[in-house]
């Protein structure tokens, strides 16, 4: 059965999703995957709270670094051949130098908090592109629900780490030690 805040719409060329989604008027985003454009669902109120603080833990730590993190505006692309796919991932973060306006390329982390409505699409069709990046160093998944995260590491050849409550982990691709309680409030 379809997730009834999916809506698929018609095929479309890379360069005419991206004239119709950036500057979009629109408050609905969409993401973008081999001509499909599929509508983003909406985020909870516990959603945008860990988004909130994880962003919030990366800019001070990430501050006169080359590395600036970006939040769920802002797309990015992930294209092998002709898979060409666009992601408005809930946190990333790039030490490149992009050039880009709408979407970044060279991601070394991405955040997703993951929902009921879009923890299967994340942990899979998501995680396996993301892991296409060359760039790509870590995918990290939030609950929602309760204080756990896991981590998938390029050093580790993407295998699972899990973390939950009062643990410390370590954002390698950033340097950056949290404790996992502190993104839940």
């Not at 509508?39 to 670094?65: C, F, K, P, W, Y």
């Not at 879009?118 to 892991?131: P, S």
Request: hydrophobic share 35%.
């Amino acid at each position: 059965m379809a997730n009834p805040a999916v809506k698929i719409e018609h095929i479309l060329t890379p360069e005419a999703y991206l004239l119709q989604e950036n500057d979009n008027v629109m408050e609905t985003r969409h993401e973008y995957v081999n001509g499909l454009v599929y509508a983003m669902a909406g985020a909870s109120r516990t959603h945008n709270r860990i988004v909130r603080r994880i962003m919030r833990q990366l800019d001070q730590h990430l501050e006169g670094t080359p590395c600036e993190p970006f939040q769920s505006d802002m797309k990015v692309k992930v294209q092998r051949a002709n898979d060409v796919r666009f992601y408005y991932p809930d946190v990333h973060v790039t030490c490149e130098d992009e050039t880009d306006r709408y979407y970044n390329e060279r991601p070394c982390l991405i955040v997703e908090v993951l929902s009921d409505s879009t923890q299967r699409v994340d942990r899979t069709e998501k995680r396996l592109a993301y892991q296409m990046l060359e760039s790509l160093q870590e995918l990290v998944l939030l609950s929602q629900e309760s204080p756990y995260l896991e981590i998938y590491r390029r050093r580790t050849e993407w295998q699972r780490e899990c973390f939950a409550g009062n643990a410390s982990v370590t954002l390698e691709s950033v340097d950056l030690t949290m404790v996992v309680q502190e993104l839940y409030g």
